[in-house]
């Protein structure tokens, strides 16, 4: 599901979208867009990390467990987003922070997203 948009204070203003993919048995993915305008679609393309809260860009953190109490810390790479009628492909190509242990993380979800606030 995805939540959006919602509003950042920033010198310009920018707006955050958040994407969780829940994966089996018990760990998720965690995404926040950072976008210039407050669209309520996610956008298409090659999204790269964002530089700092208020540029655009993406965050993402990666729960191993259910807990969400510790997770991994993504900081460069890139998701790519596709859209065909009602079903999204987002592949994920992120590299690990070395404070979180290091490594690379790739992945591909395909299918619909639940609407905005959605849980």
């Known amino acids: 599901y995805y939540n959006g948009p919602a509003e950042v204070q920033c010198v310009t203003t920018t707006y955050g979208m958040q994407i ?20 309520m679609t996610i ?17 993402v953190l990666f729960y191993p467990s259910s ?7 993504i900081t460069d790479g890139s998701i790519t987003i596709t ?9 994920l190509d992120l590299n690990i922070q070395q404070s979180s242990g290091g490594g ?3 992945g591909n ?8 606030g959605s849980i």
């Open 20 to 39: 969780w993919i829940s994966l089996a048995p018990a760990s998720s993915i965690y995404i926040e867009l950072i976008l210039p305008s407050g669209t």
């Open 43 to 59: 956008p298409e393309g090659v999204i790269a990390p964002s530089a700092g809260e208020c540029q655009t860009g993406f965050y």
């Open 67 to 73: 807990a969400k109490v510790y997770g991994l810390v």
């Open 83 to 91: 859209r065909k009628e009602s079903n999204y492909n987002i592949d």
């Open 104 to 106: 690379v993380l790739k």
């Open 109 to 116: 979800f395909n299918g619909p997203i639940d609407s905005p």
